[in-house]
């Protein structure tokens, strides 16, 4: 029971911090009103208007009763209550009003309606407190006569309930707009702390987060510029590293080419000269993992100029590009470009056609790149992301390679806040799925 009532509060409750805490804030002083309200209205003002009604219901049968017994001294009578008691009074021989000129939801009107049944009767009275703006028509049906009275609605009524509403709601929404400010001041630090998080785990730059807001909020933000600063220190320095190892070793490596060109057993430099180009190679690719944590500037890239751009450099007429002109994502241009050729690269070195197609949806944008080549073995979709991870059979994407290329590519998409699948193609061979944020 109380676990199906927790899921319909998460449900029904807001998800952000802000408008949670507008709620801690405004529902008990909204709650309080409301039991104010309620009870001034039950206790207070529908029993000092009953009260109010009764004593003028209980005027108008004394003149009933009064009128009844001395029709004689009628000026006298009514010029007394017209002076010391503001009423008008008449008396009619017209017909009784057949329809009702009560209000059906009026808290007035009821009362009235309650004690003047009580008193007089039912059918026996008639009265509109709409009819004129100050004052009430009260009509009383005797044995030959109507007895015609103009009362003033202070009589009926108590103070103008409006007022009232108005004193209660006026300092709630005060109170509320003031609890809107201050706790927009309050949660803006965590807003900023959360995009810094994110920016930074897109791997962006985070130069321009300061601390603010309250002291368990600027330790929170103040952890985490240091940890920031750690990881980059931490990156930057094993970049240089890798990329001072790979660098060294293409020296002896050029001098072992030249010793080579100097032996005469072309047999044995054959195979020297292979192991060494290979070495060479897995260089290459240390250096090109090296590259991508590299801390690079975020901007706007268009995709369509992208991508026609890799298809000019790469030079091959097996290339189809289907994209729209105006797709806009934030990134780095170079690394993004650099794992777009990784598998562009790779689809044409295994197959004979690729397809790029672009789409985009309300909020992310979708790349399916798809070549007809001997694509790649279902259950090794997650191997070949695996750093140094070579596949043997099949499609042999790592040939040439060390295993980084693909590693190096999802490391770049899941920085950028997407995601990489691999699938089969239509065409037979293997599909690269890429998800990315505007």
């Known amino acids: 029971m109380f676990s199906g009532l927790n899921r319909f509060l998460k449900i029904i409750l807001p998800k952000r911090l802000f408008y949670r805490a507008l709620i801690i804030v405004a529902a008990p002083t909204i709650i309080l009103q409301i039991i104010i309200t309620i009870v001034f209205y039950d206790s207070i003002w529908i029993k000092a208007n009953k009260n109010i009604t009764r004593s003028l219901v209980s005027q108008l049968k004394t003149i009933e009763e009064v009128y009844k017994n001395d029709k004689s001294n009628l000026d006298f ?223 706007n890239i268009r995709l369509n100029d992208l991508f026609e751009k890799i298809i000019i450099d790469i030079n091959k007429n097996n290339i189809k590009l289907i994209c729209e002109d105006n797709i806009l994502i934030h990134g780095r241009p170079i690394a993004l470009r650099r794992s777009f050729e990784n598998i562009i690269n790779n689809g044409i070195s295994y197959g004979k056609n690729v397809l790029i197609e672009v789409q985009r949806s309300s909020n992310r944008v979708l790349i399916l790149i798809q070549d007809d080549g001997p694509g790649i073995p279902e259950e090794q979709y997650k191997n070949v992301f695996k750093p140094f991870f070579r596949l043997d059979k099949s499609r042999s994407l790592n040939q040439s390679g060390v295993g980084l290329g693909l590693s190096i590519v999802e490391d770049i998409i899941n920085s950028h806040g997407g995601n990489i699948q691999l699938s089969k193609s239509k065409f037979g061979g293997l599909m690269v799925k890429i998800s990315l944020p505007f």
């Open 77 to 299: 009578f009514t010029d007394s209550y017209k002076n010391n008691f503001n009423f008008e009074i008449g008396i009619s021989k017209d017909n009784f009003p057949s329809t009702s000129g009560e209000r059906k939801f009026s808290p007035i009107d009821r009362s009235l309606r309650r004690e003047l049944k009580s008193t007089f009767g039912n059918n026996n009275y008639w009265f509109s407190t709409s009819k004129f703006k100050n004052a009430v028509e009260i009509k009383i049906k005797t044995e030959d006569e109507i007895l015609e009275f103009l009362v003033p609605k202070e009589l009926v009524a108590t103070s103008s309930i409006r007022l009232f509403v108005l004193w209660t709601t006026l300092p709630s929404i005060v109170l509320v707009v003031v609890a809107l400010i201050f706790l927009k001041n309050q949660t803006r630090p965590l807003v900023k702390l959360a995009k810094a998080a994110e920016k930074f785990g897109k791997g962006d730059y985070v130069n321009d987060f300061r601390p603010s807001g309250a002291l368990e909020i600027r330790k929170a933000a103040y952890e985490f510029d240091r940890m920031a600063k750690r990881i980059n220190r931490h990156l930057n320095q094993r970049s240089v590293m890798l990329s001072g190892i790979s660098h060294d070793l293409r020296t002896p490596l050029t001098r072992l080419k030249l010793q080579l060109e100097m032996i005469k057993q072309k047999d044995l430099t054959e195979k020297m000269s292979k192991d060494i180009d290979e070495m060479e190679n897995m260089l290459n690719n240390y250096l090109q993992f090296a590259k991508t944590q590299i801390q690079e500037n975020s901007t």
